[in-house]
């Protein structure tokens, strides 16, 4: 079974603070995304990677950046967390190996952040 | 991408089939559909997709209208456990098109 880990569950933070959410996936899958989760606005896009050291912007990047040093690793950085990143992170991953890219996304368990 | 139209919440009744529906009006010959689903307090896990054709898992099974302006997504024997969020996406398959546009989805509740 496809594996997406999340660093952690829940996350308490301050304003200010620099924020690293980590994400790491075991099926050697080329794509991986951060997105975001709020409520009566759905799941947005934060930034993807489609390579090892390859990133493009997505939806709603403002306020956030993003580490793939390695290809099972891809990190989501909140350099000065505010409060209007309290929000449920989902990190997700998918293969296009087989050349369709059908993209079914595999999902890691989400990372509830609470900025106080 | 083209966008795609779901009934915010529906009720069903547990051991009966859940029938959701996902209008997609504008979608071109390219655009597959997919469904996924989100339980709650957890990522959103995929159903299925499909192109023209009805398409049939262990899962769940998805009927394409012939004109593929919209699409139903079958549970045949609801449980508890199907109750969760389920969206339906449109979109190009193609290695330069790797982003998934996410609806509301319609919220599920599975009635004992």
């Known amino acids: 079974d496809v594996k997406v880990t999340q660093s952690s569950r829940y996350l308490v933070k301050r304003t200010g603070e620099k924020v690293f959410l980590e994400c790491v996936q075991d099926m050697d899958h080329e794509n991986m995304f951060w997105y975001r989760q709020d409520p009566g606005l759905g799941l947005r896009l934060i930034y993807f990677?489609?390579?090892?050291?390859?990133?493009e912007k997505g939806d709603i990047p403002e306020g956030y950046s993003v580490s793939r040093e390695k290809k099972e690793r891809f990190s989501l950085i909140l350099e000065s967390a505010s409060t209007n990143q309290t929000s449920m992170y989902l990190c997700a991953s998918s293969s296009i190996r087989d050349g369709s890219s059908y993209n079914e996304q595999f999902f890691g368990p989400g990372t509830r952040l609470t900025v106080l | 991408d083209a966008k795609t139209t779901q009934p915010p919440s529906m009720d069903c009744a547990e051991g009966r089939a859940a029938n959701l529906p996902c209008n997609h009006s504008?979608?071109?010959?390219?655009?597959?559909v997919y469904w996924y689903r989100q339980i709650h307090s957890q990522g959103p896990q995929y159903i299925i997709h499909g192109l023209k054709n009805n398409e049939t898992n262990e899962m769940a099974s998805l009927i394409i209208t012939e004109d593929r302006k919209s699409s139903t997504l079958i549970l045949p024997h609801a449980t508890l456990r199907d109750t969760a969020v389920y969206y339906c996406i449109v979109r190009v398959v193609g290695a330069n098109n790797r982003k998934l546009i996410w609806g509301l989805g319609t919220s599920l509740a599975v009635n004992p």
């Open positions: 990677s489609y390579d090892v050291k390859m990133k």
């Open positions: 504008t979608i071109s010959g390219n655009e597959y």
